[in-house]
């Protein structure tokens, strides 16, 4: 219904589909070594059959090549971008100029995105890359509403502009941290971040001449998480997005669960939707964000944050304790196929019993319908069984479900 592309993240091809099922227009994947989420799923093979799959039913997928490459990189590059063309992706996402050149050597009919790791920040450099060859680009997540309005009312038709309106947020300057390979020998700039921004942190003061007066500066006894930051969330702001005219906007999270990017898709694809409803009605003060935090609300995140999107000196993005909120729900199982009647055969993702209660994601509305668990089954004997517990992965069980599902739903349990 919307013009603004929704794009989502795809570790696997399994979330591929599950991104579009909810609603996402296209997908950014990327390859083991070359994108900035190395342990990312998708080998060459699994990428090709994302490609065959989204094209087949209208969607797009953009192929990420956004390392900082040293030279001994550049054969591995080559190959990859040779064969990114053969399999038809509809975009490569790089920020290194030197592969961006590659690109326009080896495969000039393919779209070239700036990654928001190339940390374009005003117009002058989105008009850079635009003459650099770029259809796109990806802006920093550092700027304000008012920044990226400038932006849009300025740069040329041509260009399209995209920003990413939820998921984790790095502490370094849009991505450009070197903390992992100080702290852990893994280098975020080539795709093998190990998030020391997340762990726990204790600060000691030591007075120069005296080696055994160290003192812990810490808040308590656990010390604190002072890099860490809150997640992003943009939901209440779709409407000020869209009237903008941005092009694209982007969850981040190609490492999370099915279930996370299920939840967190379908929000966003009807907040956009019921957003583009209002407007064509004339009715655009009647948008309620409420209603789709409410969904979001019911993943594990770190605390929310809209970061300097309202206000450029946005204080409120830290979250020093390091807990994980929104813990009430949690992955339950996802739909593999029915059985008869109204019996279902689900992959279980967490212990499920007689007498849970379940609530289901349905695509294409925001509006979930629950029930309560009555009868499970023994894949195997069709015994009737009290309770299952996800010993194996890819573990199955059937359960009566009194709704009509298509595969791949996912079911979520309350705790």
């Avoid at 779709?238 to 490492?255: F, H, Y």
Wanted: overall charge neutral; aromatic content about 10%; proline content about 3%.
């Amino acid at each position: 219904m919307s013009k603004v592309e929704l794009l989502a993240p795809a570790g696997s091809l399994e979330k591929a589909k599950i991104a579009f099922m909810y609603g996402a227009d296209a997908v950014y994947a990327g390859t083991a070594k070359l994108s900035l989420r190395s342990r990312a799923e998708l080998n060459e093979d699994s990428l090709e059959e994302t490609i065959k799959y989204a094209h087949s039913i209208g969607k797009k997928v953009y192929v990420a090549l956004n390392i900082y490459a040293n030279d001994k990189d550049y054969d591995e590059i080559k190959d990859q971008i040779l064969r990114l063309r053969e399999v038809k992706a509809d975009a490569i996402i790089a920020s290194d100029p030197g592969v961006i050149m590659q690109i326009r050597e080896l495969a000039p009919e393919i779209d070239i995105h700036i990654s928001t790791q190339a940390n374009t920040v005003s117009l002058h450099s989105a008009m850079f890359w635009r003459d650099f060859g770029a259809k796109r680009v990806i802006l920093a997540r550092e700027l304000s509403k008012e920044q990226i309005e400038y932006i849009m009312k300025n740069k040329p038709k041509d260009l399209e502009i995209e920003m990413f309106i939820h998921g984790a947020i790095c502490y370094a300057y849009s991505g450009r941290c070197y903390l992992s390979k100080y702290l852990a020998n893994r280098c975020a700039n080539q795709g093998d971040c190990a998030q020391p921004c997340r762990w726990q942190y204790k600060i000691t003061a030591q007075e120069v001449n005296n080696p055994n007066s160290k003192i812990n500066v810490d808040y308590d006894e656990k010390g604190t998480y002072l890099f860490s930051s809150k997640d992003m969330c943009l939901i209440k702001q779709i409407p000020t997005i869209i009237d903008m005219g941005v092009d694209s906007l982007k969850i981040e999270g190609r490492l999370k669960t099915d279930y996370y990017l299920a939840t967190v898709v379908r929000a966003y694809r009807n907040a956009i939707d019921d957003y583009e409803i209002l407007k064509s009605k004339g009715e655009q003060d009647k948008y309620d964000y409420t209603k789709y935090l409410k969904e979001l609300e019911k993943v594990k995140t770190r605390g929310l944050s809209e970061f300097y999107f309202s206000d450029i000196n946005n204080q409120d993005i830290h979250d020093f304790d390091g807990k994980s909120e929104n813990l009430d729900y949690e992955y339950g199982a996802r739909v593999i196929s029915k059985d008869k009647d109204d019996i279902y055969i689900v992959e279980i993702k967490n212990k499920l019993s007689i007498g849970d209660k379940l609530e289901i994601l349905l695509p294409d509305t925001i509006d979930d319908c629950s029930f309560i668990i009555e009868k499970l089954y023994d894949v195997k004997n069709n015994k009737e069984i009290e309770t299952i517990n996800p010993g194996i992965k890819g573990q199955q069980v059937k359960i009566k479900i009194p709704y009509d599902l298509v595969p791949g739903t996912i079911i979520r349990r309350k705790r």
